[in-house]
């Protein structure tokens, strides 16, 4: 008799939904509305709620753009991690509190597609939890003349999303799928479903 498939235990990610880049985002409204929505369901089924904040040049800890969109929080109890880089789990405790958490699936949302959603979706396939991401729940910037050369935010946003419906990683799940189809209760997880990773030594 096969062995009972894991629980799949998901954690909502929110990245980088802060002021000065709402303010610069394609669809921002319906992406801020889509993602305020997840988290209200995932406080309510009792998820975890997680906010990555960028920090960096442009966005200085303290000042009005850098804080998160008024609208999503956060509140308790979510958690906000600082960060520094396109990828929320490196020089971040990101590993440790979705671990500690019992953490199996990140649902991914937040700006911007092409930089620190796409390197956190993948990075968090390569640690060994399985990803869904938001297909309206992930937006980039409007494009100007010194994005020009960028694919256009919505073509952009589709071709992630289609990526992300097919890549595979051995063991792992990777969906998409619109923010009204995500739930957040704690469910078995399909048969053959990969194993929980280890905790690093240093985590």
Not at 53 to 73: C, F, K, N, S, Y
Not at 136 to 149: F, L
Not at 181 to 203: C, I, K, L, M
Request: hydrophobic share 40%.
């Amino acid at each position: 008799m096969p062995p009972a498939p894991a629980p799949r235990v998901p954690a909502l990610l929110v990245i980088d939904l802060q002021n000065t880049l709402v303010d610069i985002a394609h669809r921002a409204a319906e992406t801020v509305g889509a993602v305020a929505g997840l988290c209200g369901r995932a406080r309510a089924a009792g998820a975890p709620v997680v906010f990555l904040q960028q920090r960096d040049e442009e966005l200085v800890p303290g000042t009005e753009g850098w804080r998160i969109a008024a609208e999503l929080g956060p509140r308790d109890p979510d958690l906000v991690l600082p960060k520094s880089s396109p990828d929320g789990f490196l020089d971040t405790d990101l590993d440790r509190v979705l671990r500690e958490r019992g953490v199996t699936e990140v649902v991914v949302t937040g700006f911007a597609t092409e930089f620190c959603v796409d390197s956190t979706a993948r990075r968090a396939l390569a640690l060994g939890y399985d990803l869904l991401l938001v297909s309206d729940g992930h937006t980039t910037s409007v494009r100007d003349e010194d994005t020009a050369a960028f694919a256009a935010a919505a073509a952009s946003i589709r071709h992630h999303n289609a990526i992300f419906r097919t890549i595979r990683f051995p063991g792992r799940t990777s969906r998409v799928l619109p923010a009204a189809e995500v739930e957040f209760g704690t469910h078995r997880a399909h048969a053959g479903g990969r194993p929980r990773a280890s905790t690093p030594p240093d985590a």
